[in-house]
């Protein structure tokens, strides 16, 4: 019982972290150990996020079956090539490739040397002036629909950054979407639909991790949490896209320097272990 207690707190972190760009995995690293229950691990966290992921799904379920439908069609018929549609399936696939790559190529760091709260607590911080930054100098005139292939790759660049826990998945493509001049609404809608190769496709791989994992409560836990995160996930992403459309990112780039400089502070007095 005690297990699917902490799973569904687990679930309501990564729901609510997950679209907001103040990094889940950092979330989910810091605040279970915060509360003495020690590393879930990188296949807990990874096979969690498919529920948001699957709320994203929902979400889009429009645009993703208009964006796949182009797509499919222009792999057989000229015409549809040239649609916004069909290219904006291929920039999700071509900006997907570098967390996809590095993403098996670093496994083993991204399980072990990455978790460490140092690091964690320091990215925080450090994404989070980014993100302030990019915020602060966007030209903030481009639409989702001015998105080009070299936009594509430089976001989709940005987004494997978060392989590191503490960058943040969404606040590493916002980050780089903002510097390319989009506006913060279009940055957004496009972070959440990058993410879902990625996110699904560590989640499907890390499966095998999870029964008799070091660190992972084992099944029942793990869907618990998934479904939780789905649920609250689903909620988060309304709630920020109408946010986003009226208001600057800067209260998650304080809360984000907060809470870097609160895990290192702690780090520093011996109240958590790296």
Known sequence: ?????????????????????????AHLRIFPELFG???????????????????????????????????????????????????????????????????????????RDFRNLWVIGTTLIVLGVVLGVADRVSRDDRTIAKITLRDAVLMGLAQAMALVPGVSRSGATISMGRFLGYE????????????????????????????GG????GWGPTITATVVSFVVGYAAIAWLLRYVSTRSYTPFVLYRIALGAATLALLGAGVLTP
């Open 214 to 217: 070091a660190n992972a409560y």
């Open 184 to 211: 913060r609404e279009a940055a957004t809608r496009y972070a959440f639909l990058l993410a879902i190769p990625a996110v699904i496709g560590a989640g499907l791989f890390e499966l095998q991790e999870i029964p």
């Open 37 to 111: 229950w020690g590393d879930p691990g990188a296949a807990f966290t990874a096979v969690i996020q498919i529920g948001t992921e699957l709320a994203v799904l929902i979400y889009f379920r429009h645009d993703i079956w208009r964006i796949g439908s182009a797509w499919l069609r222009s792999l057989v018929q000229p015409e549809w090539r040239g649609s916004f549609d069909a290219r904006m399936g291929w920039f999700i696939i071509v900006g997907s490739l570098p967390i996809v790559v590095l993403g098996v190529l670093l496994k083993d760091l991204i399980e």
């Open 1 to 25: 019982m005690i297990d699917l207690l902490k799973a569904v707190v687990l679930g309501i972190i990564q729901g609510l972290t997950e679209f907001l760009p103040i990094s889940s995995s």
